[in-house]
Antibody
Framework: EAQLVESGGGLVQPGGSLRLSCAASGLTFSDYWIHWVRQVPGKGLAWVSVINPDGSATNYADSVKGRFTISRDNAKNTLYLQMNSLRADDTALYYC?????WGQGTLVTVSS | QAVVTQEPSLTVSPGGTVTLTCGSSTGTVTSGHYPYWCQQKPGQAPRTLIH???RKQSWTPARFSGSLLGGKAALTLSGAQPEDEADYYC?????????FGGGTKLTVL
């Protein structure tokens, strides 16, 4: 069964950095555009970033542009999100989504 | 950045039909926005229902269908079941960036 599993979330201070990972199994990872989506608990979904199958093209929401970097390692079937200069309003559950599947999310909390 | 609009809440009777819509602040929604719909139940991750306007996943119940209607993307549920009570989100593509709507809370009552 196809599965996406996020990891790397946690508590970080404002201005800090964090790297999220999303490990894929059961699907041909290198075939798919993969997205990061976040959700503040109790609120709606917000699109964050996308990367094309070979990693040569990326795009970002205005709210994270210049601070977040999406990347992928197709040999490891893994997606990444490097998050720098984190702010309180980046606090959310972060999902990866690709191949029409979603992971369960990893929680990022930015607080002093 | 474009704004994508959805009905905040809708109610449907069991066995009834309801249409959820997804509009764009930039104008008419077309197939070129690659409309996407997902369902999210409390405490769960979202689940894809429809992509590319009307293409279903293998797990999408037949009672769900996607279309373009009146300048918007639409998700129609025909024969609502209690288990369809959930939040529904649409996602539109804008030349490589994407925007979610605010979601529709669907109540089956």
């Amino acid at each position: 069964e196809a599965q996406l599993v996020e990891s790397g979330g946690g508590l970080v201070q404002p201005g800090g950095s964090l790297r999220l990972s999303c490990a894929a199994s059961g699907l041909t990872f290198s075939d798919y555009w993969i997205h990061w989506v976040r959700q503040v608990p109790g609120k709606g979904l917000a699109w964050v970033s996308v990367i094309n199958p070979d990693g040569s093209a990326t795009n970002y929401a205005d709210s994270v542009k210049g601070r977040f970097t999406i990347s992928r390692d197709n040999a490891k079937n893994t997606l990444y999100l490097q998050m720098n200069s984190l702010r309180a309003d980046d606090t959310a559950l972060y999902y990866c989504a690709g191949g029409y599947r979603w992971g369960q999310g990893t929680l990022v909390t930015v607080s002093s | 950045q474009a704004v994508v609009t959805q009905e905040p809440s809708l109610t449907v009777s069991p066995g009834g039909t309801v249409t959820l819509t997804c509009g764009s602040s930039t104008g008419t929604v077309t197939s070129g926005h690659y409309p996407y719909w997902c369902q999210q139940k409390p405490g769960q991750a979202p689940r894809t229902l429809i992509h590319d306007t009307n293409r279903k996943q293998s797990w999408t119940p037949a009672r769900f269908s996607g279309s373009l209607l009146g300048g918007k993307a639409a998700l129609t549920l025909s024969g609502a079941q209690p288990e369809d009570e959930a939040d529904y989100y649409c996602l539109l593509s804008y030349s490589g960036t994407f925007v979610f709507g605010g979601g529709t809370k669907l109540t089956v009552l």
